[in-house]
C-alpha cells in the first residue's frame, strides 16, 4: 500500500508531511522509499511532519529509523514534527526518544537545521 504524503522544499530543508492516519506494516515500506529516493536526489535535511499520524506500529519507527540513518550517513538528518502524544509514547517506549529530535512546531524544526 502506497503512503500518502506532501513534499515541499523551505530554506534548503525538504518537509515530507505523512497525510495518513496509521504508519504500519502495510505502508512503511513505501515510507521507507519515499525517504531512499529524497536523500539519493541529495535532500539530506529531512523534517517529517506527523501531525496527521495518530498511530505507529514497529515498521513505522524502523521506516524512521531507516531514513534517520540514511540522512545521518550522508551527511544530514531527519527529524519529526507534529508527532501525537500517541505516536511519541511508541518512540518512548521503543526507547527510541534518544535518537530523534521531536519538534512541536515546523518553524522550530526548520531552526533546527538553520542553527547546524
Do not use: Y
Not at 39 to 50: F, S
Amino acid at each position: 500500500m502506497d503512503i500518502q504524503c506532501q513534499i515541499e522544499s523551505k530554506d534548503k530543508v525538504r518537509i515530507i508531511t505523512v497525510l495518513d492516519e496509521k504508519v504500519t506494516h502495510d505502508n512503511a515500506p513505501s515510507l521507507k522509499e519515499k525517504l531512499f529516493l529524497e536523500i539519493a536526489d541529495g535532500n539530506n535535511q529531512l523534517i517529517l511532519d506527523l501531525h496527521r499520524v495518530k498511530d505507529m506500529d514497529s515498521s513505522g519507527l524502523g521506516a524512521l529509523l531507516f531514513g534517520k540513518r540514511q540522512a545521518n550517513n550522508s551527511g544530514g538528518d531527519l527529524v519529526l514534527v507534529g508527532a501525537s502524544e500517541n505516536v511519541q509514547t511508541i518512540i518512548r517506549i521503543a526507547q527510541l526518544s534518544r535518537v530523534f529530535e521531536i519538534f512541536p512546531t515546523l518553524e522550530e524544526a526548520i531552526q533546527f537545521f538553520k542553527e547546524q
